[in-house]
């Protein structure tokens, strides 16, 4: 057996649930890219309680946990991984994960790879893993659980990083003493758990860059880069000032972390929820990085699963458009696995993993590879089968359209019925065709030399 390593890639590549939760009959969550390699982004859509929170929290407690070189002597041998739930005591949460009603077996597997980085190229030689629970259920009893795993070659590892972040994600006050006590996951299951107060991080790593830790230095710059990318109000590093911790009796100015807006300094905790929800989670991620790779001279650039609740929680539009490239081009070896309702995070996905899960006669069905078009405008990713809209039109105009459509097929009309068509005529023809502004002005002029012509 090789060396244990904390910075071999292991990634998730499907989920299969059966008679979990909202999800009966087996489903699959493909989570490869076109080439059939581990896909760094996955964007899963789908409308409110229809599984989309259950498919990660599955993911996340499928993590595979790695056994020692198993010494029995006095019993079998332990399984060589098994999930993180197999740790779980309480049949009540077990409960609560099967599907309600139903008698037999439910089931969740995961299939992962280690060794493979995104770029297809095989540091370690690719190892495929598998992780899987069975659960025995009659009436309100859980009967039997059944755990365990697969390595499918000779590797030693560890258990691989994972981070996962609920939709009820919030930042904490001064918390990072506490940073062996708030799991990386709880997030997702817990709306009381916090986030890593961002403004300490900050602060932090300034502290000990000037303590000359040069590992922190480079992390503190590449979190100051990621943060000036995101957030549209800052155009570089050095708008970001940190003044360090706030000490008793000292002015508020003099300590924490300002923001240099166009409106003037700024500081961070009196900035947006926007703002403070994305710096949040981006230091979280970096924080935490840091503590499990701290031999690495950029822990950003070391391997993880980030799963993430409502990714487009509190984003303005030209955040959703943009948090993607920034994410993975600041944690080059980090999966993302996330939801969203956006149709713009789905028009940014169009090229990368796009799932889409819905409800089909009492369950959810997962459609791993839907059908899209990559060049789709926001209108056409609409109307189709990704959000299922009517019309990208006001609901208003689109009975109006509707009624209009019925009147011209009625044929004999009465003198109301008439007036009312001629109205919804002038309106439909008063409707924009174009996308851009000079487009409707160019066809504007159109109109008005139509009817001059006319006259």
């Known amino acids: 057996m090789s060396m244990r390593s904390k910075n071999i890639p292991v990634y998730f590549t499907k989920l299969e649930l059966e008679n979990i939760r909202s999800f009966g009959e087996m489903q699959f969550l493909d989570l490869l890219d076109s080439e059939g390699q581990p896909a760094q982004w996955t964007l899963i859509l789908g409308d ?16 595979p946990c790695f056994n020692e070189e198993p010494d029995h002597e006095d019993g079998p041998p332990p399984n060589p991984v098994e999930p993180e739930l197999s740790q779980e005591e309480d049949n009540a949460v077990l409960k609560g994960l099967t599907r309600s009603g139903t008698e037999g077996i439910a089931k969740i597997r995961a299939n992962l790879i280690a060794g493979e980085a995104f770029n297809g190229a095989d540091q370690r030689g690719k190892v495929p893993i598998t992780t899987f629970i069975k659960i025995a259920r009659s009436g309100d009893n859980i009967e039997d659980v059944h755990t365990g795993g697969e390595v499918a070659g000779e590797i030693s590892l560890v258990e691989p990083l994972v981070l996962a972040y609920g939709a009820g994600r919030h930042m904490g006050a001064s918390n990072l003493e506490h940073w062996s006590t708030i799991g990386p996951t709880a997030s997702l299951f817990d709306t009381a758990a916090e986030l890593f107060d961002a403004e300490e991080i900050l602060y932090t790593l ?81 924080w935490r990085m840091l503590y499990r790779y701290p031999d690495s001279k950029n822990p950003l650039l070391e391997p993880a699963v980030v799963i993430v609740d409502e990714v487009d929680l509190h984003l303005h539009p030209q955040w959703q458009r943009t ?45 791993s590879e839907p059908n899209v078009v990559k060049t789709w405008r926001l209108d056409q990713i609409l109307t189709s089968g990704l959000f299922n809209f009517e019309s990208a039109r006001p609901v208003e105009v689109e009975n109006a359209m509707k009624r209009r459509i019925a009147l011209v097929q009625k044929g004999d009309l009465t003198e109301d019925e008439q007036n009312e068509l001629a109205k919804l005529d002038s309106l439909v023809l008063g409707l924009p065709t174009a996308e851009l502004d000079e487009d409707r002005l160019a066809m504007e002029i159109v109109r008005k030399a139509a009817a001059l012509l006319s006259s």
């Open 206 to 286: 300034d502290y000990l860059r000037m303590k000359g830790r040069s590992n922190e230095r480079i992390l503190l710059d590449n979190l100051k880069r990621l943060l000036a990318e995101i957030l549209p109000a800052l155009n570089n590093t050095e708008e970001i000032d940190i003044r360090g911790p706030r000490l008793p009796g000292s002015k508020e100015e003099d300590g924490g972390v300002w923001v240099n807006t166009p409106s003037g300094p700024v500081q961070f905790t009196q900035l947006s929820l926007g703002y403070q929800t994305v710096t949040a989670l981006t230091a979280d991620i970096a």
């Open 48 to 63: 409110n309680g229809v599984g989309k929170t259950t498919l990660l929290q599955c993911l996340t407690r499928m993590r």
């Open 323 to 367: 948090i993607r490239k920034h994410l993975i081009r600041h944690f080059p070896a980090v999966q993302f696995i996330a939801t969203a309702h956006s149709p713009l995070m789905a028009q940014d996905a169009l090229d990368t993993n796009l799932a889409v899960i819905r409800e089909r006669d009492g369950q959810t069905v997962i459609e």
